[in-house]
């Protein structure tokens, strides 16, 4: 098992650009989630999926589209990039039937929006 | 709403100095899970231990321990006779049975364990 997969792990855009972040599982998880990582806030949630056709806002959604035509893939989308969406990006996914259960996160994505 | 707070931004050890990370929680539901989480330099999250708003047995493992207290809605972690590999900013969570699902970190404590 690869677990969570996401590409690219790094990657620069001018300001008003888009681009896509790539997230993948082999586990056969339903719920999956994007969360970005800033200094000093911990990680906060972008967006979720509790299954392929199914997703939701999280904390901070603004900018941000997601969609999720299988269950295997969750891709993230910056529609024009902004200097404030400069993060970390992780991707993590977990088993929908126990709320408690353990979130796997994928390695990361760092963007930097010029 | 449910909320972390990590109030320790860094803590600085030598080591084999034992350290406790603060984590205090707040959330209206009466069911819920408590997540550590570590992040080493290398920036991926390592998954350390999950409790349950109903377990409230202290846990240890290896040179780690937890501390989990209701009545004080705390989720404290100790780690004895700490080590340099030990040195990673540390998170606590909350996920709730209701809900997103998602988890709610707090802000995070760098650990530096000088040799």
């Known amino acids: 098992n690869a677990g969570v997969t996401q590409t690219p792990k790094f990657q620069v855009l001018k300001t008003g650009q888009s681009m896509t972040l790539q997230c993948a599982q082999d586990?056969?998880?339903?719920?999956m989630s994007w969360y970005r990582q800033d200094p000093g806030m911990g990680l906060r949630l972008i967006h979720y999926?509790?299954?392929?056709?199914?997703?939701d806002q999280g904390e901070v959604p603004n900018g941000y589209n997601v969609s999720r035509s299988t269950t295997e893939d969750f891709p993230l989308r910056l529609l024009s990039a902004a200097p404030s969406q400069t993060s970390v990006y992780f991707c993590a996914s977990s088993y929908s039937s126990h709320r408690g259960g353990e979130q796997y996160f994928g390695p990361g994505t760092r963007l930097t929006v010029t | 709403a449910q909320k972390v707070t990590q109030a320790q931004t860094e803590i600085s050890v030598v080591e084999k100095e034992d350290v406790t990370l603060d984590c205090v929680y707040e959330t209206r539901d009466t069911t819920y899970y408590l997540f550590w989480y570590k992040q080493p330099p290398s920036g991926e999250l390592v998954f350390l231990i999950r409790r349950n708003s109903f377990d409230e047995q202290n846990e240890i493992s290896g040179r780690y321990s937890w501390n989990f207290q209701k009545s004080t809605s705390s989720f404290n972690f100790t780690i004895t006779a700490s080590q340099v590999v030990d040195s990673a900013v540390y998170f606590c969570a909350l996920s709730e049975e209701t809900g997103r699902r998602a988890l709610t970190f707090g802000s995070g404590t760098r650990l530096q364990v000088q040799p």
């Open positions: 999926s509790v299954g392929a056709g199914i997703t």
């Open positions: 586990m056969n998880h339903e719920y």
